[in-house]
């Protein structure tokens, strides 16, 4: 029954013009006064988007018009020569739009994804957190149910009004309170005693009076002891197994990671280094 209930908690846990100048050519036309051949005409320079054209007509007697001396007509290659311009600028321009598109694109399709994993962890997590709210029933339910060393040793302490949460699956309660006002310190040293223990009683592994300085190096179950404990405590911790080993192969002998271990901590004294 506890392997078949494991099992199943497990299986839960399994889830982006220019525009072309006009020219725009102004001459100065010679309008008869008579049906005789026009005898002068005034010189005019005309001004237009910076194109001169000078209109002249030669006083000699061939009555020769020079017209247009600076004006410049485009020559075809060079139409052509800006038309692949524009065309080249144009092809750049929607090259980089369907580079961004693409990314866009992209960028929103990672999201949904990322959005689904998201709701398809939040489905787990609860379906997990109910599947454990419905062991912990089952299990405070029968005592005998999973042995003596089983979950169900943690989850009816973890229930008793008298213990206090100590972190996340770490239960605890003062089996000897004393009378000093004086906290643990950081950077002190701590001398206390530790046993580790299985409800049957049996000892995994224990420590006399040892001194350890309260810093980050310590392990967590005893930093957060620490933050509740003061000279002269004794605290006894529950949990289970797998919220102080991380994987199988650091469990201890014998050990499933659903199976109830007992801390026992006796703070003795603290001081300088």
């Known amino acids: 029954m506890k392997k078949n209930l494991f099992l199943m908690r497990s299986l839960f846990l399994t889830m982006s013009l220019s525009s072309i100048n006009s020219y725009a050519e102004e001459t100065m036309s010679p309008q008869p006064e008579s049906s005789d051949v ?28 020079v017209t247009d001396k600076n004006h410049v007509t485009p020559s075809p290659a060079n139409e052509q020569s800006s038309d692949s311009s524009i065309s080249s600028k144009t092809s750049q321009r929607d090259g980089q739009n369907n580079n961004t598109s693409e990314k866009y694109d992209f960028e929103k399709k990672y999201q949904e994804y990322v959005n689904k994993i998201d709701g398809l962890q939040k489905i787990a997590d609860a379906n997990i957190e109910l599947l454990n709210k419905k062991l912990e029933s089952i299990y405070i339910a029968d005592k005998k149910l999973g042995g003596v060393d089983g979950p169900g040793y943690y989850y009816r302490f973890k229930n008793d009004s008298k213990s206090s ?4 699956g770490l239960y605890y309660v003062y089996t000897k309170k004393s009378n000093s006002d004086v906290n643990l310190l950081k950077g002190m040293l701590v001398n206390f005693s530790l046993s580790e223990k299985r409800p049957s009683g049996k000892t995994i592994s224990q420590a006399t009076n040892i001194s350890l ?61």
Do not use: C, W
Request: aromatic content about 8%.
């Open 213 to 273: 300085a309260y810093n980050d190096d310590l392990p967590s179950i005893a930093k957060r002891v620490f933050t509740v404990a003061k000279p002269g405590d004794s605290i006894k911790v529950v949990t289970l197994a797998q919220y102080i080993y991380p994987t199988r192969e650091l469990l201890p002998s014998g050990v499933d990671p659903d199976d109830t271990l007992i801390y026992t901590f006796d703070i003795n004294r603290q001081y300088e280094k």
């Open 38 to 65: 026009v005898k002068s005409m005034s010189v005019s320079s005309v001004q237009n988007k910076n194109i001169d054209v000078l209109t002249s007509v030669d006083n000699s007697d061939s009555g020769k018009y």
């Open 165 to 168: 949460v100590l972190d996340k």
